[in-house]
């Protein structure tokens, strides 16, 4: 599988000027990111297609993606999130190598997943939750993000 990854970052991500180990780098945080937003749609045992499409568009808009590099990024992340045994090898990435308001950024994101089927469960609360001590995030960063998609949830639900 890690070659499979490989190909898929040296082909499609790798940015141009950047050398090996920078250019690793960045290609692990891409997929330990995609990786917590898959985890956040699977957190209620519920997967739908709104909560598939969230991820996508997520991918896609974060990173700048092609339509055919989300997909494979995507693809290659359900993989990793199938394969880990923990949280950690995806936060332990983004908390040493994202700002304060990246990861902040990405208990949004996260959020957004969440609420994408309109409905918040507690187990995708409780995996944000432990996200954010693990990003060493504060329980205000929590819930201000939540609050804001909440906000953004409902004011897309009148339109």
């Given at each position: 599988?890690?070659?499979?990854i490989?190909q898929?970052?040296d ?5 141009a000027?950047?050398?090996?180990n ?11 990111t995609?990786?917590l937003?898959?985890?956040t749609?699977r957190?209620d045992?519920d997967v739908?297609?709104n909560?598939?499409?969230s991820?996508v568009?997520a ?8 339509a055919?590099e989300?997909?494979e990024l ?5 993989k990793?999130?199938?394969?880990a045994?923990?949280?950690y090898q995806?936060t332990?990435l ?7 308001e990246?990861k ?6 996260m959020?957004?997943?969440?609420f994408a089927?309109?409905?918040?469960d507690?187990?995708e609360?409780?995996l944000?939750?432990?996200?954010t001590?693990l990003?060493h ?9 939540r609050?804001k998609?909440?906000i953004?949830?409902r004011?897309?639900?009148r339109?």
């Amino acid at each position: 599988m890690l070659k499979a990854i490989r190909q898929f970052f040296d082909a499609h991500l790798q940015p141009a000027s950047a050398g090996n180990n920078s250019a690793d780098a960045e290609h692990a945080l891409r997929l330990a990111t995609a990786a917590l937003l898959i985890e956040t749609s699977r957190a209620d045992f519920d997967v739908n297609d709104n909560e598939r499409t969230s991820v996508v568009e997520a991918v896609q808009r974060i990173f700048g993606l092609t339509a055919q590099e989300t997909t494979e990024l995507v693809r290659l992340a359900e993989k990793e999130a199938d394969d880990a045994t923990s949280l950690y090898q995806f936060t332990s990435l983004i908390d040493r190598h994202f700002s304060v308001e990246q990861k902040r950024h990405v208990l949004e994101m996260m959020w957004r997943i969440a609420f994408a089927d309109t409905h918040k469960d507690k187990h995708e609360e409780h995996l944000v939750r432990k996200v954010t001590d693990l990003l060493h995030l504060t329980d205000v960063d929590f819930a201000r993000a939540r609050h804001k998609v909440e906000i953004e949830t409902r004011q897309a639900a009148r339109q």
